[in-house]
């Protein structure tokens, strides 16, 4: 069974960082994409990074610069550092696994002054 446990969220203050992780179980991690959805209250779930199994990373116009996806496939992991963090970065942030389609639950960031 695929599971995942996230951590790293919190309540941070405009221009300061967080770094999210995400270990998984239940699989064979190295094979798999892995991505940081996030989900702000009223709107649609979006992709803000990915990182391929061959290690290309992939990132949303309004992270570029700030965020960096990384994995570590020896501890089934995959991290996000999120720097220059802004109010509208305020979300519930999800890893997910492709092929497969797996979710976990979510770690909140709250961006605020």
């Known amino acids: 069974q695929v599971q995942f446990v996230e951590s790293g969220g919190g309540l941070v203050q405009p221009g300061e960082s967080l770094r999210l992780s995400c270990v998984a179980s239940g699989m064979v991690f190295s094979m798999y994409d892995m991505s940081w959805y996030r989900q702000a209250p009223g709107k649609q779930r979006e992709l803000v990074a990915q990182i391929l199994s061959a290690g290309t990373t992939i990132y949303a116009d309004s992270v570029r610069d700030r965020f960096t996806i990384s994995r570590d496939n020896a501890k089934n992991s995959v991290y996000l550092q999120m720097n220059s963090l802004k109010p509208e970065d305020t979300a519930v942030y999800c890893c997910?696994?492709?092929?497969?389609?797996?979710w976990g639950h979510g770690t909140q960031v709250t961006v605020s002054s």
């Open positions: 997910h696994a492709h092929p497969g389609n797996y």
